[in-house]
């Protein structure tokens, strides 16, 4: 049996406007920006959603209707979902229609696209938390598997993760890890007893993610017969090939006219000619499958560059500084209690940031320049340092609104107040109302 | 090979290219012949044979728009001060282009050689005779053209004599692709008659070590900001020193150093005391060798926010010297560098941004540096000088 395991990760940051250190203390309003620059989230969203959103979900929804087999799973940030809600509810509608078939998955992430797991294990809570909210309000379904930021994972994620209570777990099926064992079976990290490690196979995923209009590749035109013969040929030596990508490669950064909407219209027929094959979600694939072995991540591997690692996000001692001025401020933000301070540090900890900043290819006009809206990775890093500025002038301010109003009363509280923000159990409650607060405040607008 | 300076007689980048382009040629089996306008000591080269064209009694009238940026270098300060004031009257610098010419010709009949290639609009007269007595093809190379140097305000005998040398060449070369630009749209000349050659930088001569300068500014936990280049309006010293200024409302713990001679010095000055900085930029003087160097090491970014730069060989120089660059993008550097902060020379605000970042960071100031610096070492004059080989070839072919 060989089955197949889509799952399309879906996710736009909130990009930086350019901020200078001029605003600082002048504009809060970090994400705002309204020119033709890419750095318009607004714009792009309109943009991806006309090329790729809806008329993929559309062949997707042809496709459910057709075929009673098909199935696949999707991964939505929470900035994203917030950000259809705010600009293209019909974007999000279309999304809900293909969930309501009962053969979409929806997986778990960082609300935020973040690195947290990599800084503060409490914030990374907070965020998957809030994913699963945001999960069940828009969907009306919970989770049980979970995926973290790019793939970013090693065995103390599984093992945190299963103690979450999720199942199953997604990481790239790396090379230096698995040696000469196939993706296409389900692992599982060496410290954890429940939770299943599911492996992207990642030269299939490929050939459709970035090879598929490669006209220099030997393989090229590939056509869903050509590619269900490959996932054919996994019979026998595997049991699930799974299938991770972007979703964005539909028709964003693979173009209509590439034939990629073609190429995945007629794939499941194409896949279910044979017998033996058919297609599975996450969950199920954890479900169906034993556990042949052990997948080893000591170190944190990713699914970005062929480097497989944090480099992209991490690799310069601008994105160090960066990332780590940042999370110097969980503290502060926390115990501002301030709902808009709380949510722009988190939007701020998206990935993407970090990765505008990298500056590994940037020479090379490699894959980094072609993602990145800004000139440069400095403008990127220095819009993004007065930005942190920015939040910190906020923070202070905060702190002194809070100690000015509550002064009056401080001599007989001051020991209780004392209290409440000394020991972290008190804090963590704050924050969930407050989150819980925000999303009912979105559901409004 | 018509040159007009040679280190280390040189005011600017001029005579520094010509000096690093010529031995890079020498060493790629080309045989130069490089002809001065006038006897100079010190100029002892085993790699090349330099003649002078020994012109007597060569006088520099400092008088007014005679006066010009490029050739405004020490060695004519130096004439200026000495030569008594009578012999100065009637004779100025384009009488000496011309007796440099006249030079040229007899110099021309004189030698063997298969290329002309002449050095900027003082030796394009001497290029042109020498095309005309041996009908050699003849090669000019523009390292900085008149709208350049007057940032827009061309002075016409100058222009007349740029457009005159680049109408009469076979073949030009541009420092960057932004001079190309200029020439093509100010000058008249089809753009398939123009070669980019983007200029090197000999890394040997930036890695010695060095004892570290400004150490107890720097042990103040100050940041410095270095200017370098002659104080013209081509440089946009005056800009320097509004973002100064600008720099100095947010983080008045940055100090200014402004290095370099010219005939915007007491202007600048004056601008940068009226605006209350006395004794917030230093001006450093004209300061070359090992001594610049240091300078460069010591600054936590370089500045150069020329209004036109045809190429800017001291933006190379900083990063060399592992000093991260921040260069307007009117300039030819910003065209080959990556790892380099850019801004419109004119952009008080930007520049500002990006000078507060990089001194308030360091990751940033790191970063920059390090890449920055690796970046600078594909630009040699090797490339350069292989580059040159090809137009020689291709021209002979």
Known sequence: ?445 | MFGWEFPPHNSGGLGTACYGLARSLSSANVSITFVLPKKLEGLDHDFLKIIFANIRNIKFRGVGTLIHPYVTSDLYDEYLRTTPEAELYGLNLFDEVRRYGLQARIIAAEEHYDVIHAHDWLSFRAGIEAKRVSGKPLIVHVHATEFDRTAGHPNQYIYDEERRGLHAADCIITVSQHTKNIITEHYGVSENKVMVVHNGIDHAAHHHALPHALGHIRAKGKKIVLFVGRLTIQKGPDYFVKVAKRVLEFNPNVLFIISGSGDMEYQTIRLAADLGLGDKIVFAGFVRGDELLKLYRAADLFVMPSVSEPFGLTALEALANGTPILVSKQSGVSEVLTHALKSDFWDIDDMADKILNVVQSKGLHDTLGELGSKDVEHMTWESAAGKCTEIYRKLLA
């Open chain 1, 1 to 445: 049996m060989a089955s197949i395991c889509f799952y399309f990760q879906v996710h736009q940051p909130y990009r930086i406007k350019k901020y200078r250190i001029f605003d600082v203390g002048h504009d809060h309003h970090y994400f705002n920006d309204h020119s033709d620059r890419d750095i318009n989230n607004e714009k792009i969203l309109h943009k991806v959603a006309t090329k790729c959103y809806l008329p993929m979900n559309k062949v997707l929804l042809e496709l459910l209707e057709k075929h009673p087999e098909f199935k696949v799973a999707f991964s939505f940030s929470g900035v994203f979902l917030d950000q259809l809600e705010e600009f293209s509810p019909e974007t999000l509608a279309s999304f809900q229609k293909l969930v309501k078939t009962g053969r979409v998955e929806i997986l778990d992430e960082t609300y935020y696209h973040s690195l947290a797991f990599l800084y503060s294990k409490k914030e990374f809570v907070r965020q998957v938390e809030l994913h699963r909210t945001k999960v069940k309000k828009l969907f009306g379904v919970t989770p049980s598997t979970f995926r973290n930021t790019e793939l970013v994972y090693n065995n103390e994620l599984a093992k945190f993760v299963e103690g979450m209570g999720y199942k199953a777990i997604l990481a790239e099926g790396a090379d230096h890890i698995l040696g000469w064992r196939s993706p296409n079976f389900v692992y599982k990290a060496p410290n954890t007893t429940k939770i299943k490690t599911l492996l992207k196979n990642y030269r299939l995923s490929d050939d459709i993610a970035f090879r598929f209009s490669s006209r220099s590749w030997a393989e090229w035109p590939l056509t869903s017969e050509k590619f269900a013969h490959w996932v054919d040929a996994v019979n026998g030596n595997g049991n699930v090939v799974n299938l991770f990508m972007d979703y964005e490669t539909f028709g964003e950064h693979q173009w209509e006219d590439t034939g990629i909407f073609d190429f995945m219209r007629a794939l499941p027929r194409e896949v279910l000619k044979h017998p033996d094959n058919d297609f599975v979600t996450p969950s199920e694939a954890a479900k169906r499958y034993p556990v042949v072995g052990e997948f080893d991540a000591h170190a944190f591997v990713s699914w970005a560059d062929i480097e497989r690692d944090l480099s992209a996000w991490l690799s310069n001692s601008m994105q160090h500084e960066a990332i780590g001025n940042l999370y110097a401020l969980e503290g502060d933000v926390m115990a501002s209690g301030d709902p808009a301070i709380i949510e722009d540090w988190s939007r701020l900890q998206t990935s993407d940031h970090f990765y505008y900043m990298c500056t590994k290819w940037f020479a090379d006009g490699d894959v980094h320049k072609y993602f990145n809206p800004y000139d440069t990775p400095y403008e990127a890093f220095i819009s993004y340092n007065n930005v942190l500025h920015d939040l910190r002038f906020r923070i202070e301010e905060a702190k002194t609104k809070k100690t000015t109003v509550k002064r009056p009363r401080a001599t007989k509280k001051k020991s209780a107040e004392k209290k409440m923000t000394k020991s972290a159990a008190p804090v963590k409650k704050i924050v969930k109302k407050v989150s819980a607060k925000k999303v009912i405040v979105k559901k409004k607008k």
